[in-house]
Nanobody, 120 residues
Framework: QVQLVESGGGLVQAGGSLRLSCAAS????????MGWYRQAPGKQRELVAA???????NYADSVKGRFTISRDNAKNTVYLQMNSLKPEDTAVYYCKINYYIRGPYEYEYWGQGTQVTVSS
């Protein structure tokens, strides 16, 4: 069993900041990549940012320069610092990890999601 505990969502005015956290626990040997995705009403889920175990990051063009993803490998936790938020950032944000239990097979697990609402 794997658990992902997400926190940090909420309501903020445009131009404000929020920090999302996602802590993984359970039957995990090691975590490869950790990432944040979002889904706005009526839209498909999209990648926001991801980070590998080596620290390589990848961002959606729409958030580059405003969002920063980081991770604490000792705590199996990934963070998303979101600055200069815009109303179009409003969505449910989901954490996803790719991890190993034992052997070479890589598993994927999604969090429940946390709502981020940016008012204009």
């Amino acid at each position: 069993q794997v658990q992902l505990v997400e926190s940090g969502g909420g309501l903020v005015q445009a131009g404000g900041s929020l920090r999302l956290s996602c802590a993984a626990s359970g039957s995990i040997f090691s975590i490869n990549s950790m990432g944040w995705y979002r889904q706005a009403p009526g839209k498909q889920r999209e990648l926001v940012a991801a980070i590998t175990s080596a620290g390589t990051t990848n961002y959606a063009d729409s958030v580059k320069g405003r969002f920063t993803i980081s991770r604490d490998n000792a705590k199996n936790t990934v963070y998303l610092q979101m600055n200069s938020l815009k109303p179009e950032d409003t969505a449910v944000y989901y954490c996803k990890i790719n991890y190993y239990i034992r052997g070479p097979y890589e598993y994927e697990y999604w969090g429940q999601g946390t709502q981020v609402t940016v008012s204009s």
